[in-house]
T-cell receptor
Framework: AQSVTQLDSQVPVFEEAPVELRCNYS??????LFWYVQYPNQGLQLLLK??????LVKGINGFEAEFNKSQTSFHLRKPSVHISDTAEYFC?????????????FGKGTTLSVSS | EADIYQTPRYLVIGTGKKITLECSQT?????MYWYQQDPGMELHLIHY???????EKGDLSSESTVSRIRTEHFPLTLESARPSHTSQYLC???????????FGQGTRLTVV
């Protein structure tokens, strides 16, 4: 079975500051990894995904994440945030080789960007 | 444009009423899912389907039921709504070749 732990429930930052949202996972098999963003009263939108290959993954809106197999982590980063990045962020996993299997989500991190 | 649609977006209904939340996708995906999202944001899988006439219960026990008569349609029904059913319900789909899930806008249900 897989599980996901998002280490911070809330992250407040000032505009133009860097940010890191932390995600650890647990799994007995290899996994695919994802970050989703949810704006108020909206569904989830895929930010980026790691399937294989380079451990540094770039996504939309200037976000990137790095897969660290030894630390079972997949932290999300952005060098300079904007007010519009204020949203909920979810880390998710699915077992490798089982494409389409239901994603397992962390509890989410609220990113609040202020001026 | 390929997409996934949920209706209604918002619903306020009285206790004991029967309701159906609609979900349709135009991407031809085999797999569809319903998640329940608590006010504190956490998502719980309540139902999933891997194809027509295939439905399974998810990790979180739910009094709702689902059906999958057509590939593109995956409605969720509550026979008798209760205040404890108040939540946001998110529908998602994924294809055989895809590894990520695509989400609808969600239905925010309030039972009074």
């Amino acid at each position: 079975a897989q599980s996901v732990t998002q280490l911070d429930s809330q992250v407040p930052v000032f505009e133009e500051a860097p940010v890191e949202l932390r995600c650890n996972y647990s799994s007995s098999v290899s996994v695919y990894l994802f970050w989703y963003v949810q704006y108020p009263n909206q569904g989830l939108q895929l930010l980026l995904k790691y399937l294989s290959g380079s451990t540094l993954v770039k996504g939309i809106n200037g976000f990137e994440a790095e897969f660290n197999k030894s630390q079972t982590s997949f932290h999300l980063r952005k060098p300079s945030v904007h007010i519009s990045d204020t949203a909920e962020y979810f880390c998710a996993v699915s077992p490798f080789g089982q494409a389409g299997t239901a994603l397992i989500f962390g509890k989410g991190t609220t990113l609040s960007v202020s001026s | 444009e390929a997409d996934i649609y949920q209706t209604p977006r918002y619903l306020v209904i009285g206790t004991g009423k029967k309701i159906t939340l609609e979900c349709s996708q135009t991407m031809g995906h085999d797999k569809m899912y319903w998640y329940q999202q608590d006010p504190g944001m956490e998502l719980h899988l309540i139902h999933y389907s891997y194809g027509v006439n295939s439905t399974e219960k998810g990790d979180l026990s739910s009094e709702s039921t689902v059906s999958r008569i057509r590939t593109e349609h995956f409605p969720l029904t509550l026979e008798s709504a209760r205040p404890s059913h108040t939540s946001q319900y998110l529908c998602a789909s994924s294809g055989t070749a895809n590894t990520e899930a695509f989400f609808g806008q969600g239905t925010r249900l309030t039972v009074v």
